[in-house]
């Protein structure tokens, strides 16, 4: 492709309302445009990167034995009324309603689409195992669009989706999808971690998240030597044991305007740990009391999670006052029992004096124990993990780094298979549930990843494998006879050995072109001037290492067409 033909809008500025890197870099080396708040318009650089990431995605798909298939984005709710996410998927679901008054979901997701297709057209167990999938748009109507293509309300995806007799076959095709996407981020030249996560929406008992480490990550993850590794959402982290406490009398005490857990375990003279957080949320329509320690964060993930996937929501103040009796910030567990379901973290221990909200205004009480003030009827892990926790299985003290999710894998089993009768015959003619498992990969989060990861303070850093050219010729001055010739015929060389090649072949400064081609950041730059024509050579530049060659001009496509083929191989042949 030569510049001077191309639709490629370079910028010198950072965008206003950009934040993450890749939102900026995105904009400035002309691979997206905004058409409104989370909705872009992908340019040809960045459709072009776009397709080698889906391209790559495909090969590996297709290796581990998938099928490609095309569902439709327009789906009827009847579909999601069956599974019952039309009520707990919540806000994000793009709901319409057609001329008909017929409702209707544009997918964020397709498990039920690709469930009513499969139970209506597999019979035998001698269909299964089976895997289908495919990369198209989604939509999903996100509270506050924000980072680019990182979140947006209209992104490209591959969502695919596996079908299986039992639970050994979903084990077999899980690993199996887990192994090629690890080989899908290793070709696109990422570094990345695979880590427990929650299943959010989808739903499922077994799932993991593909996070690439990056310092813009908006997942923490934690992860010990070990192995363990999990995303925020899902982190356990080990119970500190502490011995018991002889019983505190309990009673009540006045803390005029102290709400917040720092204000009142100052007032008290005591450490944070020593009070209990307790939180009033709304399970779809069943309001649900949340107790952590006062020195954690409520996990909302995990809460959720216990409660079946429920979409939970905090409760107002007003509510907070007819279901407890007192104000938002003097709510507390003791009393509460009989009247609101009660869940408390593992970690909150008998044995020992709390200090928790009154239900009055300005009250909190001293010396509340487990067991003798607070009926323990229902436990779980609700707490955030935070650093200096302990690894759940090792003890040792976790790392924390930060990461992008790229990709999710889930274990469903029959969360969609058995309230949308997806069934099959056994080999004994008895009628068994089909197992389910679903695999999703953000294509254009993960280009945003790719730039996320590889950029320097100049601009993009492109592996070979998605680059939207492998190399980029520039004629530093094109008015000079030998310097366009050479060019030319350089480009000419390496197009007609298939190596994809950007020209730039415009009549601007030398230091613009260098600028842009620092900003567009394609893997090689071939740089033909008159000063080493002079000598009979051209320059290659490494855009990651910023090594320079200097060859002879007749060895610079052979040179060329070499490295392009090697880089290509290095990232294509697995590790080791």
């Known amino acids: 492709m030569r510049f001077s033909q191309a639709f490629i809008p370079t910028l010198k500025e950072d965008p206003a309302d950009a934040e993450l890197v890749s939102h900026k870099l995105m904009i400035r080396a002309g691979l997206l445009r905004k058409l409104a708040a989370g909705i872009y318009s992908l340019l040809p650089l960045g459709w072009r990167v776009t397709r080698k990431v889906a391209q790559v995605i495909r090969e590996e798909m297709d290796r581990a034995g998938c099928q490609e298939l ?62 289908l999938y495919q990369i198209q748009d989604k939509f999903r109507d996100e509270v506050r669009p924000r980072f680019g293509v990182m979140r947006a309300r209209e992104f490209s995806m591959k969502d695919g989706y596996s079908f299986h007799t039992d639970e050994v076959s979903l084990a077999e ?39 690439v480490t990056a310092d813009s990550g908006e997942s923490l993850i934690f992860s010990s030597a070990c192995g363990y590794a999990a995303s925020s959402d899902s982190a356990k982290y080990a119970v500190l044991k502490r011995a018991a406490e002889p019983e505190g009398k309990l009673g009540p005490k006045e803390t005029p305007g102290k709400k917040s857990v720092e204000d009142v375990a100052a007032f008290l003279g005591v450490t944070p740990d020593r009070l209990l957080k307790s939180l009033v949320v709304f399970a779809g329509s069943e309001p649900v009391l949340a107790v952590v320690p006062g020195d954690r964060e409520l996990n909302e993930a995990k809460l959720a999670r216990h409660l079946g996937g429920v979409p939970i929501r905090l409760a107002t103040g007003t509510e907070i006052e007819q279901l407890t009796g007192g104000p938002l910030g003097f709510t507390g567990p003791v009393g509460i029992g009989a009247k609101i379901r009660t869940i408390l ?79 099959y015959l056994d080999a004994s003619g008895v ?41 980029h010729v520039v004629a530093v001055n094109m008015k000079d006879d030998a310097t ?93």
Not at 96 to 125: K, M, W
Not at 378 to 399: I, N, Q, S, V, Y
Not at 451 to 471: C, F, K, M, R, T
């Open 173 to 211: 095709g899980y690993e199996r999808m887990r192994q090629a996407y690890t080989a899908v981020f290793r070709r696109c030249g990422l570094s990345f971690v695979v880590v427990e996560a929650d299943s959010g929406a989808i739903g499922g008992d077994v799932n993991h998240e593909f996070m």
């Open 70 to 131: 095309n569902l439709p984005i327009l789906m009827p709710a009847e579909l999601w009324m069956e599974t019952g996410r039309w009520e707990k998927y919540g806000p994000e679901l793009f709901r319409i309603r057609d001329r008909h008054q017929r409702d209707f979901v544009l997918g964020p997701t397709h498990e039920e689409a690709i469930t009513d297709l499969v139970r209506n057209h597999v019979r035998s167990y001698r269909d299964l195992p089976m895997n």
């Open 484 to 576: 366009r010739t050479t060019a030319e015929s350089i480009y000419e060389g390496l197009s007609g050995r298939g190596i994809e090649v950007l020209y730039d072949d415009r009549d601007e400064r030398p230091g613009t072109k260098f600028k842009d081609a620092d900003l567009l950041g394609m893997p090689l730059r071939v740089t033909v001037g008159e000063k080493g024509l002079k000598d009979g050579i051209v320059e290659l530049r490494d855009r990651r290492t910023g090594e320079v060659e200097r060859v002879p001009v007749g060895d610079a496509v052979e040179r060329c067409e070499r490295r392009v083929k090697e880089e290509l191989r290095k990232l294509s042949s697995p590790p080791g």
């Open 345 to 423: 973290d593992e970690e909150i221990l008998e044995g020992r004096n709390y200090v928790t909200g009154g239900n009055k205004q300005d009250v909190h009480l001293l010396n509340v124990r487990i067991g003798r003030d607070v009926e323990c009827k229902e436990r779980a892990d609700l707490g955030t993990a935070r650093a200096g926790d302990r690894c759940p299985r090792c003890g040792d003290e976790m790392r924390v780094s930060r990461g992008i999710e790229v990709g999710h894998v889930f274990k469903l089993g029959t969360r969609y298979s058995e309230p949308m009768g997806a069934r």
């Open 431 to 471: 009628e068994r549930t089909i197992m389910m498992g679903t695999y999703g990969i953000g294509v254009t989060r993960t280009v945003a990843a790719v730039i996320e990861q590889l950029h320097d303070e100049n601009g993009i850093v492109w592996p070979y494998s998605i680059a939207p050219y492998a190399v």
